[in-house]
């Protein structure tokens, strides 16, 4: 059975630097009828468990550790049994979100992440965070860009353990080398094709933010 991709749409606060908004979180669901990967658990872990339902969650994918892509995943951990991975350089953010709870696992550049039938390969993007990724399947013909990309450009730069120059040289060097037709899949609001951004990446530069 070909692994299938499902989004669950989450909502609750972002908060960093002493400011708090509120979002609504894609937590990608990657998988089949026995079992799945989750990838970003925003908010509500019985909402997440929920849309698993009965399969088994073998690993639980963090793309960064902004509290709005990590905070509920203890708890679906504790649910589940699953184990959770992040890259080594967010755990400054983390330790923010989850200060006496370290993740279970290292992701590292170039590794790949298999779930029924999916072999999801970890890029290293940063920019957004030090330790941000995305989670390419050309099989599956999607990255999972987390905030690094949007329907409309990079993700934002302005707050602490960002920097704009670097996540513009992740897009350019990590995303946009992706066929064209492969679907984005980010981490709020719509998806895109790598296609429909990649002719803008001056418009960025220019913006610069």
Known sequence: MAARIERLVTSGQFTLDGGTWDVDNNVWIVGDD???????????????????????LTAIICTHAHND?????????????????????????????????DPDEHLADGQVIEAAGADLRVLHTPGHAPGAVCLYDPALGA???????FAGGPGATGRSFSHFPTIIDSIRDRLLELPGETRVLTGHGDE???????????EWIARGH
């Open 143 to 149: 990255v999972f860009t987390g905030d690094t990309l």
């Open 34 to 56: 026995h079992e799945v990967i989750v990838i970003d658990a925003a908010h509500d872990a019985q909402a997440i468990a929920d849309a698993v339902g009965d399969r088994r």
């Open 192 to 202: 895109s094709t790598i296609g429909a951004e990649a002719p803008h990446l001056e």
């Open 69 to 101: 892509h990590v905070n509920a995943a203890p708890a679906l951990a504790e649910l589940t049994g699953a184990r959770i991975w992040l890259h080594p350089d967010d755990l400054p953010l983390w330790k923010l979100a989850h200060p006496d709870r």
